[in-house]
Structure formats: structure tokens, C-alpha cells
């Protein structure tokens, strides 16, 4: 049987005398103890109905029960009903009143006639709690964004309340004091509060909340768990919303048959990622008929290619440099993917690259006996599968073969390309966004993309964003993302190994179509930045600790 706390019955108000209705026959059940997401339009009557859940509004028609009582509006009633029912405004602002925080946070409790000492002790725990010592006896008008959010919080925790709601708690806040609240709504919901929250972040709701509320005109649209709500498409473009990545994506690679339907919904990217990497097969272990020759160990670095010679200095010889100064028992050997690239060199410059094939053939010819494949290939795309199938053609010549990973194959890589990508930008403030193009692809790998797109917002950087040249996230989605989040200036920069012909062309390029001039188009200050990952020493140390994890298998 369900335990509810909090029930509206058909609730009519409206702010200008009945001639249009913000709650239109409004009625809904909230569990104790569950995280509640409330979402829709701006205007879909989600702020009014938390008003009218505190009592600040009062029904014209229709009823709230808290505990199966229905809501008193004496004195006493409201007084009652704002102990157990607390509200965190969308601008803390409206909220603060007291001249220093700790007044601000002992108002309400002494309000409610708790003792000076058993208030003070109070106050103090949750001061404590929420981490607000440092700034306590400031005044409320001085603190930051989020400092005056952690107070708003702070003003309700302490009176203990049965349902704390939150109207757009992220609302103006920077990536750090985001994260900072979130941190503070996951301690309290642990604690067993009931929470009710406003959001227009799906990805967020979808992974926090427990049951989902999609409000239009008024009323209810749809309810439920957070996968059977985005699961409604006709429901989500009614309100203007969209997908979570993480399901978007879970679909995508069930339709392309990659996932299995039968596999629990995914309710992050964490689990997500489990699934993805528990399709990669495992390293091969090659032949043995060359066993009795003497051991002799090569990596072969396998890369795309770039035909511009400065820019391959700088990243694939560098990448190849590092990995021999790690393993200088191994000889270094080099192949190339693009043959459109090899045929460009050859006629152009009269050089001569290997490619796979070419690379095995003249290490067995040089009795090598054991070789590790290290590819410097951003994700285990077309490329990646193509060079695994000509290298194994040649395994019975080589006592072993193993390969190491793309640059982004696990979630560890996901963290050290954001470390790596944040420390390259380190003068990135909240009024840049930072743009990274990739290549993208028509392989089922190329989901890495949108889900580190949005790992970067998950890990607070909601300012920098991921998209490909010949995939999804596609121009058109980074162009409709970043005017939302309205900068002064957008930094392009190539989320690819080299800075070659796309970053020059279809990110940095004169055309009406590069990324540069659509970004310039659309009214943005554009700064391009054409420096390729393998320039990043952080990019090139995860290809060399991809070979020591090549090196334990």
C-alpha cells in the first residue's frame, strides 16, 4: 500500500480573477520518502502549485492534504503546515531577509517557539551539515549565488521538515555550485525527506528522481518513473522537452542491435558504459610457430594520418616518441589508415608510409616475435575494426599479438580526457563555451560522443560541448545547445588526434559552412584554436598507459 504524504484533489488558482487558470483541475499523489521531479514549460503552473503546496497561495477550488488532513489556513494551521512543508525560492533572494546568516538560519526555528538553546544547538548541526561555517557571520546580502542557495536550504533544514521543495535550485548558478547543491539534495533525500524539485534538466531529473511529473496548461500530463516518462515522446514535445543522453543512446544501440532490449534501462552513463565495454572483445593471443626464435618485442603505432608534416611532428611522432621512451625494449614500428592520406604522400612528397598490412609483413620479415598494436584512434570505430582484421590475417607469423584501446575506451579514459581537455583550457570562464569537433562516424561507437558530451556536464562543465562533422552530435545540435546557453565567446577547438584538413576546413575554414562562420553567423565572438589531442602530454601519456594495459592481458 502506498504511503502518501501529499495529495492535491482537482485544484483550480489563478492570478488574474479567474479569466485564465495557472492550476486547471489539478490533481496528483506524492509517496513519503520519494524524489519528486516536477516538469514542463515555463508557465505549465509548477512554481504556483508549490506555492499552494506552503500555503503562500490558496486554491480557489479543490484541496492539498498533508497526512491525509486537509490544509487549515488559520494562523496556526499555516504555521503548522510551514514546519512540515518547507520551500527553497528559485532566487534566494526573495528568501533572505536577516541581516547575517546566522540570524537568518535561527529565524525560523525561534519563530516556531523552540528554546534559545536547543535552537542554537540546532542551527549549529545544521551550519555543520551543509558546510556554511566559513562564511556564518557574514551578511546575506554579500554571499555568492550558491552560498545564498546553501542558506535557503538551511533556513528549512532546520525547522526538520517531512517535504522539502526546490524550484529550479540550479537556477544561475556556475558548474561548481551546482554540483554543490546536487551534492546537498542527494544528503537529503538519504535522510528520508520527501523532495519535490523543479528542473529543466533531463539528464539530471532522469537520473535523480524517482517519479517524474510532466506539467502543461495546468494540469498533468504524464507521470510515472523517469524512463517511462522520456520513454513518451508525444508527451516530451508537448512540454518542450527532450530525451536524457543516456536513453537516447541506450535505444540507438538497441535498435542497431549492439545492446539487447532485455537488458535493464540504463540510469547513467556509469551503466551505460558497462554495457559498451562489455561488448569489446578481449586482446588475441597469436600463434606459435615461430616460438623457438629469439624473442624480440615491437609496438606498432597505428594512426589515421595527416598529410600536414608540422602537425604530424607534433602529435603522432610525439605519440610514438613517448610510447618508445616508456618501453625501450620494444622497437617502434608505424602504420597508416587513410589511404587516401598514403596515396597524397607518395605522390605529392615521393614518402612511402606503411600501411597494416604492409607494417606486419615487414616486421616478420624483421623475425619479430611478439608485437602490441596500439592505435591512435579516438574511439573503436571503422577504423579501429579494419585494422584488427588485417593485423590478425598475419598472426600465424608472430608468436602474439596484442591491442591496445582507442584513446576513449573505458570510463577511466572518459575522466582523463576531461582532466586533459580542462587543464588545456584552464583561463575557461562561465561566459566562454568551449566547442569540440570531432570526426564522427557511422559505427556504433560513435555514442562515445554524445555520452562524453555529456559527461563533461555531469562532471560540472556545462560549458563545453562535443559534436562531430559527420555525425550526431551534429553543428545543428551544438549551434541550438550553445544559444541556450548564451555566451560571450565560443572557442573551437579539434577533439581529434591531428589539427589536419577538418580542423582547418570544416571547424577554422572561410566557408559559409565551417563551424567558425555558422558559430560568427549566429552572433558569437568565435576564437579557433587548431591544436590537435596528440599536442596534449596528458593525451599522449593514455595512449602510452594503453599499452601497459595491452602488456597485462
Not at 533572505?96 to 540570524?103: K, R
Request: glycine share 6%; with cysteine; proline share 4%.
Amino acid at each position: 500500500m502506498k504511503d502518501i504524504i501529499l495529495k492535491a484533489e482537482n485544484l483550480y488558482f489563478s492570478y488574474d480573477d479567474e479569466k485564465t487558470h495557472s492550476l486547471n483541475g489539478l490533481s496528483l499523489e506524492i509517496e513519503r520518502g520519494k524524489k519528486i521531479a516536477f516538469m514542463g514549460a515555463n508557465g505549465s503552473g509548477k512554481s504556483t502549485f508549490f506555492l499552494c503546496c506552503n500555503g503562500i497561495n490558496r486554491p480557489a477550488k479543490g484541496r492539498i492534504l498533508l497526512d491525509g488532513e486537509p490544509i487549515q489556513y488559520t494562523r496556526q494551521g499555516l504555521l503548522n503546515l510551514r514546519q512540515k512543508v518547507g520551500i527553497v525560492f528559485q532566487d534566494p533572494d526573495n528568501q533572505l531577509f536577516s541581516a547575517s546568516v546566522y540570524q537568518e538560519i535561527s529565524f525560523g526555528i525561534l519563530n516556531l517557539g523552540v528554546a534559545e538553546e536547543e535552537a542554537k544547538k540546532e542551527v549549529e548541526q545544521v551550519i555543520d551539515y551543509l558546510e556554511i561555517t566559513p562564511f556564518r557571520h557574514k551578511p546575506t546580502h554579500a554571499l555568492s549565488g550558491g552560498q545564498k542557495k546553501q542558506v535557503s536550504i538551511a533556513d528549512i533544514l532546520v525547522m526538520h521538515p517531512e517535504i522539502i521543495i526546490l524550484d529550479e535550485p540550479a537556477a544561475a548558478l556556475d558548474p561548481k555550485h551546482t554540483q554543490m547543491v546536487n551534492q546537498i539534495v542527494n544528503r537529503l533525500t538519504e535522510q528520508g525527506i520527501t523532495v519535490l524539485m523543479s528542473t529543466h534538466d533531463v539528464d539530471y531529473a532522469y537520473e535523480w528522481a524517482d517519479q517524474i511529473f510532466l506539467f502543461k496548461d495546468g494540469q498533468v500530463l504524464s507521470q510515472g518513473t523517469p524512463a517511462e516518462v522520456f520513454s513518451n515522446q508525444s508527451a516530451l514535445a508537448a512540454t518542450n522537452l527532450h530525451q536524457p543522453a543516456v536513453l537516447e543512446l541506450f535505444h540507438r544501440l538497441c535498435r542497431k542491435g549492439i545492446l539487447k532490449t532485455s537488458l535493464p534501462i540504463p540510469k547513467n552513463l556509469r551503466e551505460l558504459e558497462a554495457y559498451i565495454e562489455a561488448t569489446n572483445e578481449p586482446y588475441y593471443q597469436g600463434g606459435t610457430s615461430h616460438m623457438n626464435q629469439l624473442e624480440k618485442k615491437a609496438i606498432l603505432v597505428v594512426s589515421f594520418g595527416t598529410s600536414y608534416h608540422a602537425t604530424r611532428e607534433v602529435t603522432i611522432d610525439a605519440i610514438e616518441q613517448d610510447i618508445a621512451a616508456a618501453y625501450p625494449d620494444y622497437k617502434i614500428y608505424r602504420a597508416w589508415t587513410s589511404k587516401m592520406i598514403l596515396a597524397k604522400l607518395k605522390k605529392r612528397d615521393h614518402i612511402h608510409i606503411c600501411n597494416v598490412k604492409e607494417a606486419m609483413e615487414q616486421m616478420a620479415a624483421d623475425k619479430i616475435t611478439d608485437v602490441i598494436i596500439q592505435p591512435t584512434h579516438v574511439i573503436n570505430g571503422i577504423e579501429n575494426d579494419l585494422m584488427k582484421e588485417d593485423a590478425l590475417s598475419y598472426r600465424e607469423y608472430f608468436h602474439s599479438i596484442r591491442f591496445g584501446t582507442p584513446l576513449l575506451t573505458s570510463e577511466k579514459d572518459n575522466q582523463a580526457i576531461i582532466q586533459a581537455i580542462t587543464e588545456e583550457f584552464p583561463d575557461l570562464t562561465k561566459e566562454d563555451v568551449l566547442v569540440l569537433m570531432g570526426h564522427g562516424t557511422t559505427h556504433y561507437a560513435n555514442s562515445i560522443y554524445a555520452a562524453l558530451d555529456y559527461t563533461f556536464k555531469d562532471y560540472g562543465h556545462k560549458n563545453i560541448f562535443l559534436g562531430t562533422v559527420e555525425a550526431y552530435p551534429s553543428m545543428q545540435s551544438l549551434l541550438r545547445m550553445v544559444k541556450e546557453y548564451n555566451p560571450r565567446r565560443v572557442i573551437l577547438a579539434p577533439f581529434m588526434i591531428v589539427a589536419g584538413d577538418h580542423a582547418r576546413n570544416d571547424m577554422a575554414g572561410d566557408d559559409p559552412e565551417s563551424w567558425l562562420c555558422q558559430f560568427r553567423e549566429s552572433g558569437f565572438e568565435v576564437k579557433p584554436v587548431l591544436k590537435g589531442l596528440g599536442e596534449y602530454p596528458r593525451v599522449r601519456q593514455m595512449f602510452v598507459d594503453h599499452v601497459a594495459d595491452a602488456l597485462k592481458n
